[in-house]
């Protein structure tokens, strides 16, 4: 009788918990950050003078994304959004550039598109779904991508595309805009006949 008595209250004790409120946070035995102090959003505070516990942006300080004014070179678009199709004004291209845009791309773009671009990166041999080729002409993405303006070239390295990831947070502006010029001469060397080679150096050639 004792032995059913203690069960009964006890369950009660225990169930007397449920749908309760409390204001305290529960005991914790293990304390861990679960419990830290923190405060809410618009919530006040005495730590700052002015009560309040958001703060203002440092003066200066610029939204990541926001900052930048200039559609061409650093969205790839014109003022009408369109991919522009050309390099912008503050890319000149240029042997140097090229080179750059040759080193960047091997460091960057190889491990999945390869040297050539043909999209047969270490990462792909190692079980990566095949990139499209960049550069081949006789394939229907390589095709499109010899045809694919600029800017579109650029917002797919800043953006990332499906399973390509987006590299817009380790090769700055300058350096894509390099990558989009060598990637065009990647494709115009895959894509080329005699009559690209200079009059003087066509023997040389053949
Ligand atoms: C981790 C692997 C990986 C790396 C590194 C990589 N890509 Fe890609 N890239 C891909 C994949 C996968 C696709 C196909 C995306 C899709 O599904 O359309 C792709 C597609 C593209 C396309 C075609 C987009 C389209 O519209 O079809 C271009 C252009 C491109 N990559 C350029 C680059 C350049 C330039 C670099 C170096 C800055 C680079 N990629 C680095 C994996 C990669």
Redesign the pocket.
């Known amino acids: 009788m004792n032995r059913a008595l203690i069960l009964i209250v006890s369950l009660f004790a225990l169930g007397g918990c449920r749908g309760d409120h409390f204001t305290e946070p529960p005991i914790h035995f293990n304390p861990n950050m679960d419990t830290q102090d923190y405060y809410k959003a618009y919530g006040s505070s005495e730590l700052f003078a002015d009560g309040r516990t958001m703060r203002e942006p440092p003066a200066g300080a610029v939204a990541r994304g926001f900052g930048k004014t200039d559609d061409a070179y650093d969205r790839g678009t014109d003022e009408f959004g369109e991919f522009i199709t050309s390099f912008p004004a503050q890319v000149s291209v240029s042997r140097p550039l090229l080179q750059r845009g040759q080193e ?2 091997n460091i ?6 390869d040297r050539t671009g043909s ?1 047969n ?1 270490i ?2 041999q190692r079980g ?5 080729t ?1 550069v081949d002409p006789k394939d229907v ?1 390589g095709q ?2 010899i045809k ?1 303006p600029v800017g ?2 650029f917002h ?2 800043t953006n ?6 987006a ?1 817009r947070g380790q ?1 700055p502006t300058a350096d ?1 805009w390099a ?2 010029a060598y ?1 065009r001469a990647l494709q115009r060397s895959q894509n080329a006949d005699i009559s690209d080679v200079p009059a003087a150096d066509r023997g040389k050639v053949q």
């Not at 990566?128 to 499209?132: E, G, H, Q, T, V």
């Open positions: 960047r791309f960057y773009c190889t491990p999945c598109h999209g990166g990462v792909v990566l779904n095949k990139p499209p960049l993405n499109r991508i694919m579109e070239i797919t390295i990332g595309k499906n399973t390509m990831p590299y090769i894509r990558i989009i990637l």
